[in-house]
């Protein structure tokens, strides 16, 4: 009986090896594929299969032995949930709300925009870094982060680099992770304005979302407490009303008027949007949103997944444009680094490790649960990122360069940007893009810039296919309320997360100002902060190149500086543990990090380019205004843009010295370990048995 048991034993062993050893061989042959194929088109699905095999890979080996051997994850170590559990912020909560919880708060535009705007390039730079930085970087910070939070009672990052490296790495580390996130959120900001911008449909659609949030949020606390079916089935019903809705309004003449805006109008909307939702309590309007989102976006995203399976739609970009020397008409600068900092999100971001060291640690009930919750739901964004790939390639390339190119690139006509993009090699007509914009239920799609209108088209037509060619304009118009949404939820998290920083700095200044709960103090934070990043929406909002170029790399640049200095925080502790020969998992991404954000911060300092260079922007776009070669309207803003093109020079230099300080402090901490000197202390709670926690102070929650 005992050889039975064996020989089956072995036999089932063999049948799960060979099937790995199916797996990785099925994905290195789609990864080829996509690789050196350089036919006419390529299905999408090859991206598909090759996603699905490295994720699985990823998730499977990479990811246990990380959790096993580099993190030392025990099942029977009480968590801070467990340990400290209040019912208010530490509770033990069950391990697929936490996944759902974590991935809506990390699942920002970045997967969304990113990839699409790094199209330019072609499909397959930004494809093969979506898939490797996201298994090897990306999924691997977030799980680390999360695990070293929840060891030391869910301590932020800020706080962690000061207890772990000392007060100037700390200090350091706060002070970039608050100017990241202005940054980060302005940007966030100017990619819904230019959705809705002379958009009636998107903009009414996107309007109703916040009166809809605020009833699920009285309902669930007022009318109906403790109905989350109800709500949740309400809340999703009023917003695909509010789309079908946008339609009606759009053929209204009243109505369409009203809603038909510039960006300064939309630009003062979102800074008031963020304001408010910074000041409201949590459950009226942040908390009501982020759970209606996390339907929608992981609905979307499933159904677009299903929808490309079924379809097959075939990709139209080629492997790798001309554009990859610099001269994309999108933003500038060459493949090597930019690829890199345009797709942020989705392969790496910075921004996640403020939610995993944030309310995620407080949550979990158990240890175990760090990778799937960490490791997993970056993995699954990393998806979202690879679906937008797809969806933003899928468009005939004149389509998608007339859609994201702005008009001081391609020319104010449209006449004139056919013509330009048509010389690029990309053919497209004037009719070709009326039909289109017909078709969507639009005025116009010519110069709609920042990646989101492009990708609203490529999913409306992805999900026409495959569900009904008839809702065509339906579907563009949900595509552009899942981004917003996506979007919208991220600014108001970011803008309330903000002001939590800036209220814990200003305490040292002034002890009141440090109480979150004290409403001047609310009040002030929030306008601070809300100023700070409406500042940088605004110089987007009046750039007539569309802003992307000047605030994405911005953008990205400063996302993955903040990853960098995660990534720092985790190496150190790793070496302080005596970990020293697996730091490499850590140390390997951020050496990546740090020669890329220093490359692109070089790029966009010292380049002679104004299509790259901050400074030469500044130089050309003074020389033009001086010599009265500038429009009168352009002529008005130039100099402000030309202040705000040296100050970005000015930021992109400060956030990669603090990079590059925390680095300093991190190896003088791990050479003062290497040598036995003094160093500051393990900052990681004590070891308490998980059976040694009550079961009343386990609550059912967690089990």
């Not at 890979?57 to 032995?65: D, K, P, Q, T, V």
């Not at 309902?219 to 309400?234: D, M, T």
């Not at 039909?435 to 990646?451: N, Q, V």
């Not at 790793?574 to 697996?582: D, E, F, P, S």
Request: aromatic share 10%; charged share 10%.
């Amino acid at each position: 009986m005992t050889a039975w048991a064996s020989a089956r034993g072995h036999g089932g062993r063999m049948i799960k090896t060979a099937f790995w050893i199916l797996v990785a061989l099925v994905g290195a042959f789609a990864v080829g594929g996509i690789a050196l194929h350089r036919g006419e088109t390529i299905n999408a699905m090859w991206i598909v299969v090759a996603a699905l095999c490295i994720y699985s890979l990823g998730y499977r080996f990479y990811s246990a032995w990380v959790a096993a051997k580099v993190l030392s994850v025990d099942a029977t170590r009480a968590t801070p949930a467990l340990r400290l559990n209040n019912g208010r912020d530490f509770v033990p909560t069950h391990r697929w709300i936490v996944f759902g919880h974590h991935f809506a708060a990390i699942a920002g535009p970045g997967p969304l925009i990113g990839p699409t705007l790094a199209a330019q390039f072609g499909y397959l730079p930004g494809t093969l870094w979506i898939l490797v930085g996201g298994v090897l970087g990306g999924c691997v910070q977030d799980m680390t982060i999360l695990f070293l939070s929840t060891r030391r009672n869910g301590r932020s990052l800020g706080q962690m680099a000061r207890d772990e490296l000392g007060p100037v790495g700390g200090f350091a580390a706060m002070l970039g992770t608050l100017t990241i996130m202005i940054i980060l959120i302005a940007v966030l900001g100017l990619v819904v304005v230019n959705a809705m911008k002379h958009s009636p449909w998107a903009t009414s659609t996107v309007f109703a979302t916040i009166p809809i949030a605020v009833l699920i949020g009285l309902y669930l606390r007022n009318i109906r407490p403790g109905r989350v079916l109800e709500g949740s089935l309400i809340g999703l019903a009023l917003l695909l009303l509010a789309v079908v809705g946008g339609g009606w309004v759009d053929s209204h003449p009243t109505l369409r008027e009203l809603f038909n805006l510039d960006g300064k109008p939309l630009a003062w909307f979102v800074i008031g949007y963020g304001f408010i939702a910074a000041v409201l309590p949590v459950w009226l309007l942040l908390a009501p949103r982020d759970y209606l989102s996390t339907f929608l976006k992981l609905g979307t995203v499933l159904l677009l997944a299903l929808a490309v399976i079924l379809m097959r739609p075939e990709i139209h970009m080629p492997a790798v444009t001309q554009f990859i020397d610099g001269s994309g008409p999108i933003f500038g600068g060459a493949l090597f680094p930019f690829v890199f900092i345009t797709i942020a999100c989705g392969a790496i971001s910075g921004f996640h490790a403020l939610v995993s060291s944030g309310t995620t640690p407080k949550l979990i009930g158990n240890e175990a649960d760090v990778r799937m919750i960490g490791y997993g739901s970056m993995m699954l964004e990393s998806g979202v990122a690879v679906m937008a790939m797809i969806a933003a390639t899928l468009l005939q390339p004149g389509v998608y360069f007339a859609i994201n190119s702005a008009p001081g690139i391609v020319g104010v006509t449209a006449e004139a940007a056919v013509a330009t993009i048509s010389g690029w090699g990309f053919p497209v007509t004037v009719e070709q893009m009326q039909f289109l914009a017909k078709e969507m239920g639009e005025s116009t799609l010519f110069a709609r810039t920042g990646g989101a209108p492009s990708l609203a088209v490529g999913m409306a037509s992805i999900f026409s296919s495959a569900f009904g060619e008839s809702m065509l304009a339906i579907w563009y118009h949900f595509a552009i309320m899942f981004e917003a949404v996506f979007i919208l939820t991220t600014l108001d998290a970011g803008t309330r997360v903000g002001r939590f920083m800036l209220q814990d700095a200003l305490g040292h200044i002034w002890k009141p100002m440090g109480e979150t709960s004290w409403y001047p103090s609310v009040l002030i934070a929030s306008a601070l902060v809300v100023a700070g990043w409406g500042y940088f929406l605004y110089i987007g909002v009046v750039d007539p190149n569309g802003g992307i170029n000047i605030l994405w790399p911005l953008f990205g640049i400063a996302n993955q500086l903040l990853a960098g200095i995660a990534l720092c925080v985790a190496t150190g502790i790793l070496i302080k543990q005596g970990k020293l020969r697996y730091c490499w998992v850590t140390a390997a991404p951020l050496a990546w990090l740090a020669i890329v954000t220093t490359a692109a911060t070089w790029e966009k300092v010292v380049s002679s380019d104004p299509r790259v260079g901050f400074l030469a922007a500044a130089d050309s776009l003074a020389a033009k205004l001086a010599a009265g070669a500038l429009p009168e309207a352009q002529a008005a803003v130039a100099p402000q843009l030309i202040f705000n093109q040296r100050l970005d020079a000015v930021l992109a230099v400060l956030l990669s010295l603090i990079l590059w300080v925390v680095i300093a402090d991190m190896v003088r901490v791990s050479l003062r370990v290497v040598r036995g000197q003094p160093v500051p202390p393990n900052s990681e709670a004590p070891h308490v048995h998980i059976n040694s926690i009550g079961p009343s102070k386990i609550g059912a929650e967690a089990a």
